[in-house]
């Protein structure tokens, strides 16, 4: 926390808010109602509605609308150590999904655009300090902005497999992304060779539906053959024929031997969730049976329409004909050729087709799932996959909370603008958390020396031997002296109970007193490497300056 605050304090002010708000300042964002089950909420005595903070953009905004006057006072960026409060749906035990949790929540306000820019440079370059300092290793996503789109995004991330998240990193590079947002090189491929005129070529496959089947009965590659999957896109609303949800055929067209990546689909379509077509639909749509479907023959709608949802407004539009689909290519099929491809006749493939030639599509888009081994695509190194946990969150959030919350100041112009602002967040215990899954073996952890609770523990091996018990004592008065945090072990216990409690509480370094003394010799161990050495007791200081330089 020190750490944080330290370097928090170099691009910012410290605020502590209330945790407890009322109502009226979440109505005003909305998210009174957006935030639903998440929200712990609770009544006062007069029966007045109030929630625990789980984050804090309406009050930093309310305290902006009533301090911030002109564009003098821009820009700013208020900060807070606080605990927050989130019901969440899954809590699990450990740190790492908990409903009571300390967040450093940073929060910027700017005349404009060029000016958010700089405040989240800030925020970026201080995390980085932050989480050097405190000795993770992490990765620097994109993260995925959602159907909210352009606001720039960026998650601090950790790798764990106790993480929720999965990221795609490169072996070599410093590339890293979400698999909603990863892509990779793909190595070239050799197109088939035209057979006959050179035109969709019909041929008989019976039985053989799945893509394994097909390649092999044809003697091909899966990357030679398109995969179709066909989904109704939904969302919430109402369609001329009032329907609760709306729905719209998508057919997406990929590699034989690639997966849909579900989210960037979602994305590039505006929908809120997907369903695979059931049998009668893809009998409309395709007029073909499920194993043969393909996309040649398909009523194409126009890329103009894609993510348009008020399907009220467009009865009769036969841009909105009832038969026609968006066709979504993945982009590794652009400029692929002689392609196999199902007939929408019961076991019938096509050879020769060529996408854009002997199909059309609404528009060609990365739609695809990035596998583990797959080329980075900055250097070509192996990318990887990994589950992560995030620590920290830089957000550009725009004019959402100013705009719907009031907040004005006037610039030189003497004109009221709404402030952009930025928010930004940091898990204070998910640091550690993440730490020891990032530093353990089979009899405990270790933490980097700059966020353990002691840097080093004084084993004073036999409290019953003077000599052992009094140099102990000294050498860790000594340490504590030039500057280190030390805990003294002088409990009447054996030297084994001593080492294990030890090492399993994380001090990164352990001096163990013990018969050397007599030689004037100390035994220093290395938690994280298990590297011993013999040190003079005389020197003993002079060996820390020189491993790791007092933080104070
Ligand atoms: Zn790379």
Redesign the pocket.
Request: hydrophobic share 10%; aromatic share 12%.
């Given at each position: 926390m020190g750490i944080v605050r330290q370097e928090m304090d170099k691009i910012g002010q410290e605020f502590y808010l209330p945790t407890l708000h009322p109502r009226d300042l979440w109505e005003e964002s909305g998210r009174w109602t957006v935030m639903g089950d998440n929200m712990f909420r609770l009544k006062d005595r007069k029966g007045a509605d109030l929630c625990l903070g789980m984050t804090h953009e309406e009050v930093m905004t309310d305290i902006a609308r009533k301090e911030l006057r002109s564009y003098k006072q821009l820009p700013q960026i208020w900060y807070q150590i606080q605990t927050k409060f989130r019901d969440e749906p899954r809590p699990k035990s450990g740190l790492l999904r908990v409903r009571q949790f300390i967040m450093k929540d940073a929060y910027s306000f700017d005349m404009d655009a060029a000016g958010l820019d700089l405040s989240y440079l800030k925020h970026y370059d201080a995390y980085c300090r932050i989480f050097d300092r405190c000795g993770l290793k992490y990765m620097v996503i994109d993260a995925h902005s959602g159907a909210m789109g352009g606001s720039q995004s960026q998650e601090f991330m950790v790798r764990t497999p106790a993480g929720e998240d999965q990221v795609v990193s490169?072996e070599?590079?410093a590339?890293a992304a979400n698999m909603e947002k990863a892509t990779s090189k793909l190595a070239p491929i050799e197109d088939l060779k035209p057979e006959g005129d050179g035109k969709p070529l019909l041929v008989h496959t019976p039985g053989k539906g799945a893509i394994a089947d097909v390649a092999e009965f044809l003697k091909i590659s899966a990357k030679q053959d398109i995969k179709t999957v066909a989904y109704m896109a939904q969302n919430p609303g109402k369609d001329k024929d009032g329907n609760k949800t709306l729905e719209q055929p998508v057919v997406v067209f990929l590699r034989g031997d690639h997966m849909v990546n579900e989210i960037k689909l979602l994305t590039l379509v505006k929908a809120s969730q997907l369903r695979p077509m059931q049998t009668e639909e893809l009998e409309k749509y395709f007029q073909g049976p499920a194993g043969y479907i393909g996309p040649i023959g398909l009523v194409v709608k126009p890329r103009e329409t894609l993510g348009v949802w008020d399907r009220k407004e467009h009865a009769g539009d036969p841009k909105y004909d009832d038969r026609a689909v968006y066709v979504l290519l993945d982009e590794a099929l652009v400029g692929r050729t002689n392609m196999i491809c199902g007939a929408n006749q019961l076991d019938y493939h096509f050879k020769n087709v060529t996408p854009g030639k002997d199909f059309q599509y609404t528009i060609a888009a990365d739609l695809r799932s990035v596998t583990a081994g797959e080329d980075?695509p900055?250097?070509g190194?192996p990318l990887r996959i990994d589950t992560a946990v995030e620590v920290g969150h830089i957000f550009k959030l725009g004019y959402k909370y100013s705009e719907s919350m009031g907040a004005r100041v006037l610039d030189r112009n003497g004109k009221e603008v709404a402030p952009i602002m930025g928010s930004y967040g940091i898990g204070i215990e998910r640091i550690l958390t993440a730490a020891v899954e990032q530093n353990n073996d089979e009899n405990g952890f270790w933490l980097p020396p700059s966020i353990a609770p002691f840097e080093v523990v004084v084993v004073a091996t036999n409290t019953k031997d003077e000599t052992i018990r009094t140099t102990a004592e000294n050498v860790a008065r000594q340490l504590e002296a030039s500057g280190y945090d030390v805990l003294l072990d002088d409990r009447d216990e054996r030297p084994g109970v001593k080492f294990k409690d030890a090492d399993l509480v994380g001090i990164p370094f352990r001096i163990n007193v013990g018969k050397k003394v007599t030689e004037g010799m100390l035994e220093v161990v290395q938690r994280s490497t298990r590297q011993t050495a013999d040190v003079k007791i005389s020197a003993i200081t002079e060996y820390f300056q020189e491993l790791r330089p007092a933080a104070r």
């Open positions: 490169c070599k590079c590339y980075c900055n250097c190194a």
